[in-house]
């Protein structure tokens, strides 16, 4: 097995979307499908993840027939080392191939040696491999991400964000309506204040449960990190 680090070339592939993700403004990370721009905006989203790679090395080796051949991982994921001591325990590196359910299906003989190679070269490397499909970044939770995406970029009064954040720390934990109906009169105050709600939990001052439908139902609190600008 021999390793060669490659950059990534992005080019047209018939009836898929490339091009690359702004990752936290801080860098752009080519993206070769649909489902590999969804799977990055998880990652970016997920605090944890420190870096993201695109097509980090190119694995050589002798498929069945004798062959050389090769096998090109789609990402490889850092992570931050855990700051508490509830994760006291360092993620591994992961290696990541992201394949739509149904190419996995039809093509599982011919892929079923290359990711066996993945998982042998992960394992020599203290990574981890996996294989990402629909199942594991088209859910509820990405599906709330994309929604609150669109309203981290507005701005609000800080006087306003405190009012409700101030509300919110007072009560330890509430549900969206709550805020709404004790805070705001007016159906419209009541409507700019949702979007206002959205906003804090997009740039996760606000938390809640990312992996059900969000509604004015929706139970939040306070994420402690920001409550020292609360006081």
Not at 182 to 193: G, R, S
């Amino acid at each position: 097995m021999k390793i060669s680090m490659k950059n990534r070339k992005i080019g047209y592939t018939f009836g898929s979307v490339s091009g690359y993700f702004s990752f936290r403004k801080q860098k752009s990370i080519a993206f070769e499908s649909t489902l590999e721009r969804d799977l990055l905006t998880l990652l970016e989203f997920n605090d944890s993840v420190s870096d993201v790679i695109e097509q980090p090395l190119t694995i050589e080796y002798t498929n069945d027939n004798d062959r050389e051949t090769t096998y090109t991982p789609d990402f490889l994921v850092y992570f931050n080392e855990p700051s508490t001591q509830t994760m006291s325990i360092s993620r591994k590196p992961l290696l990541i191939e992201v394949k739509p359910r149904d190419k996995l299906l039809k093509d599982w003989k011919q892929l079923k040696k290359k990711f066996k190679i993945a998982v042998q070269y992960a394992q020599a490397n203290d990574m981890i491999f996996k294989i990402y499909d629909e199942s594991r970044i088209r859910t509820p939770y990405l599906k709330n991400i994309q929604f609150l995406k669109k309203y981290k970029r507005l701005t609000y009064s800080e006087e306003d964000s405190l009012h409700i954040l101030s509300f919110v720390q007072n009560k330890g934990i509430t549900i969206i309506e709550e805020i709404l109906e004790y805070l705001y009169v007016t159906k419209e105050d009541k409507l700019i204040a949702l979007g206002h709600i959205w906003h804090l939990i997009s740039t996760k001052r606000l938390l809640c449960p990312l992996d059900a439908s969000l509604s004015v139902s929706t139970t939040v609190w306070i994420n402690n990190k920001f409550i020292e600008e609360i006081k």
